[in-house]
């Protein structure tokens, strides 16, 4: 009898997991991410998710966005993060935020006394650039926002990432275009500075990128997440 029991309490308990495997609350989540995503929205994100569904385990994985799409095709992650992504045919988006651009500015530059600086000032002041790596990306943003400006910048650096640019900044290499997430990252001597006279274009997206041909309730759980998240910041 207590064998019987025993073995009705599994079955329960096998029924219970599969059915919140079913609904998207149990299971392995791999999500990608790389560069000024993690700095913001991103945390807030996940921990929005993990809060709602306790049952997931959620693995980090630092990738590029090359990295990512060969590793999302893999099967090796569920969803990644990233930037200005060229359309392709088997790859889903998601938008998560639409973030301003600020300037970072070294504090000891005269334009960290400037209330706001006009994006046409950008023509007379060293750049530094981010991130290196698989085209489009944001210094191609940047170049076409100094363009329809009528300047070409004077590019100091090319680096990796938000967290390398905003560190040169601070080494006084020039100053740095970042989205409004890298302002959370506060190094010594650095300030940020709103601009005015922004192009149009002058914003970029943030966006959560997966498979198309994945219908596991996991991911439809996640991005049911995003779209909530970015109804609540609006």
């Known amino acids: 009898l207590e064998e019987a029991r025993n073995i009705r309490s599994l079955v329960e308990q096998a029924t219970e997991r599969t059915q919140r495997a079913g609904q998207g609350k149990l299971g392995r989540l791999d999500v990608a991410i790389f560069g000024s995503a993690i700095l913001d929205a991103i945390p807030k994100l996940l921990l929005s998710f993990r809060n709602s569904h306790p ?94 400006c009528n300047f070409t910048p004077n590019i100091s650096q090319e680096v990796g990432d938000a967290v390398t640019g905003v560190a040169l900044v601070a080494s006084g290499f020039g100053v740095c275009l970042v989205p409004e997430s890298a302002t959370t990252l506060q190094l010594p001597g650095v300030v940020y500075r709103s601009l005015r006279d922004v192009p149009p274009q002058g914003v970029v997206d943030l966006t959560c990128i997966y498979r198309l041909d994945d219908q596991s309730p996991l991911l439809g759980a996640f991005l049911e997440t995003i779209r909530a998240f970015r109804e609540e910041n609006a």
């Open 55 to 148: 049952g997931v385990k959620v693995v980090l994985h630092t990738m590029t966005k090359t990295e990512q799409l060969e590793a999302l095709r893999q099967r090796r992650i569920t969803v990644g993060f990233n930037r200005m992504l060229a359309p392709e045919p088997d790859i889903g988006t998601e938008l998560v935020t639409t973030e301003k651009l600020l300037l970072a500015v070294n504090e000891s530059d005269p334009l960290a006394g400037w209330p706001y600086i006009p994006f046409s000032e950008l023509a007379h002041h060293p750049l530094v650039l981010f991130p290196t790596g698989a085209r489009p990306n944001f210094i191609d943003k940047v170049m076409t926002l100094c363009n329809e």
